[in-house]
């Protein structure tokens, strides 16, 4: 019993963490938005619309897969600038895409949880 109650809050802490890493996220893009838009409109309607996205949960899915892509994509980019051959920089994005999709997967069972 002792090991489950446990086990259930760690699990929600790490959910909690996740949810952090990928509000960060989510207000990068928001700030990209408004950045290349000249606009403040685009940045709360960007950063709103993604949070609302979180809560429809097939679109979360769809957002966490792109977002998570995305994750492989950047580290294909920073290890590229390393000079790491093509193996390695296939390997990096592959981890980076997953460690992706394990933060958002916690982050939508958070969201679900609110």
Do not use: P
Request: glycine share 8%; proline share 0%.
């Amino acid at each position: 019993m002792h090991q489950e109650v446990r086990k259930g809050i760690t699990q929600a802490k790490f959910n909690e963490t996740a949810f952090s890493v990928v509000a960060v996220e989510l207000v990068i893009i928001a700030i990209a938005a408004g950045i290349l838009t000249h606009s403040w409109i685009v940045f709360g309607v960007s950063l709103v619309g993604l949070l609302i996205c979180l809560q429809i949960r097939k679109v979360a899915i769809i957002m966490s897969i792109i977002l998570s892509v995305g994750w492989g994509f950047v580290a294909w980019k920073l290890a590229a600038i390393f000079d790491i051959s093509l193996t390695g920089l296939i390997v990096i994005s592959i981890l980076a895409t997953l460690i992706g999709g394990g933060y958002h997967i916690a982050s939508m069972e958070y969201a679900e949880d609110l």
